[in-house]
């Protein structure tokens, strides 16, 4: 590769969704591929593609095993071996996944004649990881046929207790290092993100309504899949979002993972038509503004 210090990504195989202080960036097509890059938090949501913009990223999050979402993942290590990365990629997963994707990868391996190495950073729900000092990533259940996760990102701001705020600077300074009780956490939901589910888990985890940004799965639009349909495959299907409609108070809901039954202007044309006003203004879907779906 010649090394210009600059590559150039703009193309028609990845859409770029702003949502609130966030870019999603990526591509997702139900059953096809999931690949979504948010650069803000040094994070890649499933590895269905291999992005080559995202190949130097520092975290993946799995969501679970199926290949529309790992199956890239020896594509992207190749990617970062071609591009210098040294870091070895991290890699949240369900962990029952861990010693499935460690044999998969030495499989690979020997294929490519070249280590695919990663860390493996196994989560089970409720676990948390700090990511920076500011920020932890917290594990949560999903609902789909095969061991799966959601990953909700926890931005942990330390506050001032009020009853010092009227100090000045350097007596505060002054009490900090005495190791006085002066702060207080204030926990902020930025972002999570849930796929491959039934709709149950916003039920169980109601914190995804208080996220600045929700990327989730709508897997099914209309009547051309029914509800028990996407029941069965542990999907959700519009039909079942709307009624929580009221409840997302998010700065900006993406769906993402439409099923390839809709083109690009169907998904936009019956989000826009089924949608109410409320919940189209935070509504961000992530699709191509291409008349076809990438690939
Ligand atoms: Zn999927
Ligand atoms: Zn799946």
Known sequence: MTRTGARSYGNRVLTTVQAARYSVRGTSLGGVYTALHVPELDALFDCGLPLRSAASVTNLFLSHGHVDHAGALPALLGIRGLHGVRKNLRVFLPS?????????????????????TVDLVPMEPGDEVPLRNDLVVRAFRTYHPVPSLGYLFVNRVKKLRPEFASLPGPEIARLRRTGADIFFEDPRFELAYATDTLPLVLEREPALFDTRVLILECTFLDGRKSVADAR????????????????????????????????????????AERCPPDLRRILRPHVPETENWPG
């Open 96 to 116: 029952t996944l861990a010693p499935v994707i460690a044999e998969a990868l030495a499989v690979i391996s020997r294929l490519h004649r070249w280590p695919l």
């Open 232 to 271: 069965a495959g542990c999907h959700i299907h519009l039909d079942e979002l709307l009624p929580f409609a009221h409840r997302f108070n998010n700065e900006a809901l993406v769906l993402m993972h439409f099923s390839q039954l809709y083109t690009p202007a169907d998904v936009r044309r019956l989000l």
